[in-house]
């Protein structure tokens, strides 16, 4: 059974940090784009980061760059999240996505299949 599995997230001050962590189970993980996104109420939901586990490739939502940093650990079925900076803006809850034919398409991520985990809370206060 496909397992996604999301902790770290939390309150936090506005410029402060947290580290996201997903464990995945259940498939070859190697295969597979694991992504973050986030939904937060009255907003759309958003791909917020991705990272292929095969070569280490990274994407990033133009709201997020130079503040988020997404990393794997193959040995782990692990992929971080290390959120700097944070705003209130980033309240949302966060899903772990393993992805299948991810792409980039006008500035967003796309992709065929995913499997979601069941999300963590991440609230910024100001």
């Known amino acids: 059974e496909v397992q996604l599995v999301e902790s770290g997230g939390g309150l936090v001050q506005a410029g402060g940090s947290l580290r996201l962590s997903c464990a995945a189970s259940?498939?070859?993980?190697?295969?597979?784009?694991i992504g973050w996104f986030r939904q937060a109420p009255g907003k759309e939901r958003e791909g917020v980061s991705c990272?292929?586990?095969?070569?280490?490739?990274?994407y990033y939502a133009d709201s997020v760059k130079g503040r988020f940093t997404i990393s794997s650990d193959n040995a782990k079925n692990t992929v971080y999240l290390q959120m700097n900076s944070l705003k209130p803006e980033d309240t949302a809850v966060y899903y772990c996505?393993?992805?299948?034919?991810?792409?980039?398409?006008?500035?967003?991520?796309?992709?065929?299949?995913?499997?979601w985990g069941q999300g963590t809370q991440v609230t910024v206060s100001s």
């Open positions: 996505v393993a992805l299948i034919g991810a792409t980039v398409v006008a500035g967003s991520l796309q992709y065929e299949y995913s499997y």
């Open positions: 259940g498939f070859t993980f190697d295969d597979y784009a």
């Open positions: 990272i292929s586990s095969s070569d280490g490739s990274t």
